[in-house]
């Protein structure tokens, strides 16, 4: 259960590409080279990277990429990737505070869709937030079974 005084402590905030990677390594690509959690676009000018912290420690990251959803051409899109949240601060409503951030900055640079590649366990997650799954299940070499999700905004 999430406790109302534990959600009242989040700040969300943007941060840097280098900010996110200590994370990203720890809850996406553990017992792999750090260079696995670097991905290609983060230090694009249009790449915007966000955190989520309780009393100011980082315990979520997240960061939003300028890509069209591959089956919708032409959608002004924002795609979300390396959302990671440190061990500790699962289901404490980290996430959800991030993600609702990352939807209100998508939002205000007119995207018409957020989207992402969500591991199968975290789907439930983002239905919650309102995504639904677009096509079938598929693998990432190395990484494991997803979907896609969408969220349209508009």
């Given at each position: 259960m999430v406790d109302k005084e534990q959600i009242a402590t989040v700040e969300v905030r943007q941060i840097s590409a280098a900010e996110t990677v200590p994370l990203?390594?720890?809850v996406l690509r553990p017992g792999r080279p750090l260079e696995t959690a670097l991905f290609a676009g983060d230090e694009l000018p249009s790449t915007t990277h966000f955190g989520a912290f309780r009393n100011r420690q980082l315990l979520?990251?997240?960061s939003l990429y300028e890509a069209e959803l591959p089956d919708q051409p032409g959608v002004a899109a924002i795609q979300l990737r390396g959302m990671a949240t440190a061990a500790e601060?699962?289901?404490?409503?980290?996430g959800r505070a991030l993600v609702l951030g990352c939807v209100a900055f998508a939002r205000a640079k007119r995207a018409r869709l957020l989207w992402c590649n969500a591991r199968v366990y975290a789907c439930a997650f983002y239905s919650k937030l309102g995504f639904e799954i677009v096509g079938d299940e598929f693998d990432i070499p190395d990484v494991g079974p997803h979907y896609r999700m969408k969220l349209e905004l508009q």
């Amino acid at each position: 259960m999430v406790d109302k005084e534990q959600i009242a402590t989040v700040e969300v905030r943007q941060i840097s590409a280098a900010e996110t990677v200590p994370l990203r390594h720890a809850v996406l690509r553990p017992g792999r080279p750090l260079e696995t959690a670097l991905f290609a676009g983060d230090e694009l000018p249009s790449t915007t990277h966000f955190g989520a912290f309780r009393n100011r420690q980082l315990l979520c990251v997240a960061s939003l990429y300028e890509a069209e959803l591959p089956d919708q051409p032409g959608v002004a899109a924002i795609q979300l990737r390396g959302m990671a949240t440190a061990a500790e601060a699962q289901r404490t409503g980290l996430g959800r505070a991030l993600v609702l951030g990352c939807v209100a900055f998508a939002r205000a640079k007119r995207a018409r869709l957020l989207w992402c590649n969500a591991r199968v366990y975290a789907c439930a997650f983002y239905s919650k937030l309102g995504f639904e799954i677009v096509g079938d299940e598929f693998d990432i070499p190395d990484v494991g079974p997803h979907y896609r999700m969408k969220l349209e905004l508009q």
